[in-house]
């Protein structure tokens, strides 16, 4: 009674892990920016509340595994949120992501900084690959253990869950030094303020797409850990 109700709530965080991970993978919304640059600043706009707001040129970006997007829009707010709330304007300008880092832009291409983004968004676009792969080897072999209790192929579910648990967590720590220990985010406000806009302003959030991957490494850990144990037991009954 015992193995059963173990291997259900193994099964059911299996399938929970598989579905962020899928989740992580298949949104573009890693990363909401957006890019402020006021493009009258001698001719302020008085709001009702008496506030004086000028009207600035944003540009909203968001990118994940396979695109990176962005539109500009002329307006008094800027919500990252409302790539939620809001449909998006129909002219958006998306490229392939794969080997696109976020934020560099298409003028210092050749640098060696890009060079070396290149590398690492290439690490981090593996990571997520193979940890991709992993979960679902990882449950093609548990549905085939089910029908014959193999405590083998539990052992195996278990550890490929735990492998792409693993890769999943790499990649989540891989974009959170992308973004907040490296300099490629000062490195490109200077170049914007040095180059299109003296009072450049960019904001960023992560995306729920980012959200998604640290609840699949939690189920995958977790289901993995639950299959090694089943497989266990199902070794020491058969003996």
Same mark, same amino acid.
């Given at each position: 009674?015992?193995?059963?109700?173990?291997?259900?709530?193994?099964?059911?965080?299996?399938?929970?892990?598989?579905?962020?991970?899928?989740?992580?993978?298949?949104?573009?919304?890693?990363?909401?920016?957006?890019?402020?640059?006021?493009?009258?600043?001698?001719?302020?706009?008085?709001?009702?509340?008496?506030?004086?707001?000028?009207?600035?040129?944003?540009?909203?970006?968001?990118?994940?595994?396979?695109?990176?997007?962005?539109?500009?829009?002329?307006?008094?707010?800027?919500?990252?949120?409302?790539?939620?709330?809001?449909?998006?304007?129909?002219?958006?300008?998306?490229?392939?992501?794969?080997?696109?880092?976020?934020?560099?832009?298409?003028?210092?291409?050749?640098?060696?900084?890009?060079?070396?983004?290149?590398?690492?968004?290439?690490?981090?676009?593996?990571?997520?690959?193979?940890?991709?792969?992993?979960?679902?080897?990882?449950?093609?072999?548990?549905?085939?253990?089910?029908?014959?209790?193999? %405590?083998?192929?539990?052992?195996?579910?278990?550890?490929?869950?735990?492998?792409?648990?693993?890769?999943?967590?790499?990649?989540?720590?891989? /974009? $959170?030094?992308?973004?907040?220990?490296?300099?490629?985010?000062?490195?490109?406000?200077?170049?914007?303020?040095?180059?299109?806009?003296?009072?450049?302003?960019?904001?960023?959030? /992560?995306?729920?797409?980012?959200?998604?991957?640290?609840?699949?490494?939690?189920?995958?850990?977790?289901?993995?850990?639950?299959?090694?144990?089943?497989?266990?037991? $199902?070794? %020491?009954?058969?003996?």
């Amino acid at each position: 009674m015992k193995l059963h109700v173990a291997l259900f709530f193994a099964g059911l965080f299996g399938a929970l892990a598989t579905l962020f991970i899928f989740l992580s993978f298949g949104t573009d919304y890693w990363l909401l920016a957006l890019e402020t640059c006021n493009s009258q600043p001698n001719r302020p706009v008085t709001l009702q509340q008496g506030d004086v707001k000028q009207d600035q040129n944003i540009t909203f970006h968001h990118e994940g595994f396979f695109w990176r997007c962005s539109f500009n829009e002329i307006t008094n707010e800027d919500n990252l949120w409302k790539f939620w709330f809001e449909n998006h304007p129909h002219a958006r300008e998306c490229k392939p992501a794969y080997l696109l880092p976020f934020p560099f832009p298409d003028q210092i291409y050749n640098t060696t900084s890009y060079q070396t983004a290149i590398i690492y968004r290439g690490f981090w676009s593996v990571s997520m690959l193979l940890g991709l792969a992993a979960v679902v080897a990882g449950g093609f072999i548990i549905i085939c253990a089910a029908p014959f209790a193999s %405590h083998r192929l539990y052992k195996a579910g278990g550890g490929l869950y735990l492998i792409s648990g693993f890769f999943l967590l790499v990649v989540t720590v891989m /974009y $959170v030094f992308w973004l907040d220990v490296l300099d490629v985010i000062s490195s490109y406000n200077e170049y914007q303020k040095n180059n299109k806009c003296s009072d450049f302003e960019l904001s960023m959030t /992560y995306g729920l797409s980012f959200m998604f991957a640290p609840v699949g490494v939690f189920f995958c850990l977790l289901s993995g850990l639950l299959f090694l144990v089943i497989g266990r037991t $199902v070794q %020491h009954h058969c003996k």
